[in-house]
């Protein structure tokens, strides 16, 4: 899962950032508006983090010009305690959800935990398939109820396709959701991280959509095959 944290203090910036990889998320940062509508508005996020003071270009400014060109992913407003205002332009805007500063960290992981589940349309903090269960809160994964020992790659890969159940990811969307904006983007990778993941999970949880891309489907409940 890929965050996007727009936020012109830098020490609170870098706060966000480390906790956010800490939790095993790919982060882009940015330190003003402008640069954030730009990488909002070009890369593929699963959930933004936006302050609403931020410099060159306000994030109200910046939220109502993605709602506006139609991008959808939830995003977390950043509020002042006394400015209860722009909780509710916020909103208005297109925000999901808000948090007041001075917060506590763990109360924005928590947040995006849950904005990033809802938009995949899971209520629960675990994602099931068939033997797999996937742990969102503890960022983990069991198989027939043993913890799974992954890298943060492959949790990362697996996390997303359960996010994606019945769905075809492509090698594309997975570069692009699972690496940073500076990473040498090989799609070649990815094949590989399937692999080791297909081993390690010793079912068969994910099929080959040729020339498509993957897709996670419970034994259980077959796809149907694509053309
Ligand atoms: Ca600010």
């Known amino acids: 899962m890929?965050?996007?944290?727009?936020?012109?203090?830098?020490?609170?910036n870098a706060q966000l950032k480390n906790a956010l990889e800490d939790a095993g998320y790919v982060v882009d940062a940015a330190a003003d508006g402008e640069?954030?509508?730009?990488?909002?508005?070009?890369?593929?996020?699963?959930?933004?983090?936006?302050?609403?003071?931020?410099?060159?270009?306000?994030?109200?400014?910046?939220?109502?010009?993605?709602?506006?060109?139609?991008?959808?992913?939830?995003?977390?407003?950043?509020?002042?305690?006394d400015r209860w205002s722009d909780k509710v332009s916020g909103i208005d805007a297109g925000a999901d959800d808000y948090v007041?500063?001075?917060?506590?960290?763990?109360?924005?992981?928590?947040?995006?935990?849950?904005?990033?589940r809802r938009a995949a349309g899971h209520a629960s903090s675990e994602i099931r398939c068939g033997p797999l269960v996937i742990d969102t809160k503890a960022s983990k994964a069991l198989v027939d109820g043993a913890t799974l020992k992954l890298t943060s790659h492959?949790?990362?890969?697996?996390?997303?396709?359960?996010?994606?159940?019945?769905?075809?990811?492509s090698r594309t969307e997975l570069v692009?959701?699972?690496?940073?904006?500076?990473?040498?983007?090989?799609?070649?990778?990815?094949?590989?991280?399937?692999?080791?993941?297909?081993?390690?999970?010793g079912h068969d949880l994910i099929e080959t959509v040729r020339g498509?891309?993957?897709?996670?489907?419970?034994?259980?409940?077959?796809a149907e095959k694509a053309g």
């Open 154 to 169: 492959e949790f990362r890969l697996l996390s997303y396709l359960a996010h994606h159940i019945g769905e075809v990811v």
């Open 212 to 222: 498509l891309g993957y897709r996670m489907t419970a034994p259980d409940e077959p």
């Open 176 to 201: 692009e959701h699972l690496y940073d904006q500076d990473f040498d983007r090989d799609s070649n990778t990815i094949e590989v991280f399937v692999g080791r993941l297909r081993k390690k999970l």
């Open 100 to 116: 007041t500063k001075p917060f506590h960290v763990e109360e924005v992981l928590a947040r995006v935990r849950a904005l990033i």
């Open 2 to 12: 890929r965050i996007l944290v727009v936020e012109d203090d830098a020490s609170l």
């Open 35 to 81: 640069e954030g509508h730009f990488l909002g508005d070009t890369e593929p996020y699963d959930c933004v983090i936006l302050d609403i003071g931020l410099p060159v270009m306000d994030g109200i400014s910046v939220l109502q010009r993605w709602r506006e060109d139609g991008r959808a992913m939830p995003v977390l407003i950043l509020t002042a305690r």
